[in-house]
């Protein structure tokens, strides 16, 4: 067992490879890295003392000086901070890698630039709102006469640009077509569509977005981030009915910017188990947006994670072109891929 005292103890760092605190780390405990004494050895074994209660663990490289030389060496380090007579120690034990831990190590706290998302989806209308015009059109509900589930999909992609700062893009197409037979007329964009005649329905809102986020540093097993979205909304709504001489159609279309707020948190369960929560979100006078979704994680591979979570899309506009507030509630599942 190699024990030594800070700061007697000291060495040379070449290459940080990983750190991960034990469960009983506390928040900002660290040591100073200085030249290893000619004099230390390293023992095969770690194994703490009864009353030894490491509060950081880490891998690291080394360089090893001697009158030999340099050589650079693996090591496995564990420090402790003790007081004694108000005077603080931190005592540090030490031995060996072995090839297996060092390219584990890596492998956990590699810097990954670029995170791949993909969702699938069973979408459900919960209300659909829609008159066009605002003001004089007819009002119906979509969500009555088509609930769904209707198939969705969205994709993110991630660019890490440091561990704090990163860009985040997101394409989710939204689209229902259905065909109903109104019990009443209603008036849309200027034409009438007759009680008891059928309507074919077409209600679409893609969404592109481009977002900044900011990754605060973990405070124990939660992570925080937050930051802002420039959203584009492409959005149509059309009615069509009859054939021939009676054709009639309406239709509504809309392309605009919409700036959102991002919040997201992270909590992770085990090292491969998590429940991230990821919201995008805001309100104006004449309409107000919420993207919120909660999903639970599991890393099947370093580098794969599967997940499945629930995810609800809510809000519109009260405007003289058009009043559409919608409300769409889904479930998906979805695998992620860094790299």
């Not at 405990?29 to 230390?40: K, N, R």
């Not at 007579?85 to 831990?101: D, H, L, M, V």
């Not at 985040?168 to 939204?174: I, N, T, V």
């Amino acid at each position: 067992m190699a024990q030594i005292r800070s700061p007697l103890f000291s060495f040379c760092l070449s290459t940080l490879i990983a750190t991960s605190l034990s469960a009983t780390a506390s928040a900002g405990s660290s040591f100073e890295l200085g030249t290893l004494p000619q004099d230390a050895s390293l023992s095969d074994s770690l194994e703490p003392t009864s009353n030894w209660k490491p509060e950081a663990r880490a891998i690291i490289q080394l360089a090893k000086v001697s009158e030999k030389g340099t050589t650079e060496e693996s090591v496995d380090v564990a420090v402790e901070t003790r007081s004694d007579a108000g005077n603080e120690t931190r005592e540090i034990q030490y031995r060996p890698a072995s090839e297996k831990e060092v390219t584990e190590a890596k492998e956990e706290n590699r810097f990954y630039r670029f995170i791949l998302s993909a969702e699938g989806s069973l979408v459900f209308q919960s209300n659909n709102d829609i008159a066009v015009p605002g003001g004089s059109g007819s009002r119906f509900d979509l969500s009555e006469v088509a609930p769904g589930p209707y198939a969705g999909f969205r994709v993110y992609l991630w660019w890490m640009i440091t561990q704090n700062h990163s860009l985040r893009l997101l394409y989710a197409p939204l689209s229902v077509r259905t065909t109903f037979t109104p019990a009443e007329d209603i008036l849309f964009d200027q034409v009438n569509f007759v009680a008891g005649q059928s309507v074919d329905a077409l209600y679409k809102f893609n969404s592109y977005r481009l977002s900044y986020i900011y990754n605060f540093d973990p405070v124990g097993r939660f992570s925080f981030r937050v930051g802002f979205t420039a959203k584009i909304r492409d959005a149509a709504i059309e009615l069509e009915s009859g054939s021939g001489a009676s054709a009639r159609s309406g239709s509504t279309t809309d392309i605009g910017f919409v700036p959102l707020l991002n919040f997201g948190v992270r909590y992770q369960v085990t090292d491969a188990l998590y429940v991230d929560l990821d919201a995008d979100g805001s309100w104006a006078p004449q309409g107000r947006a919420i993207d919120a979704a909660l999903k639970l994680g599991y890393q099947v591979h370093p580098n794969v994670a599967l997940e499945a979570g629930y995810r609800t899309v809510e809000g519109g506009a009260d405007v003289d072109q058009v009043y559409n507030f919608a409300w769409f509630n889904s479930v998906f599942f979805g695998v992620s891929a860094r790299f």
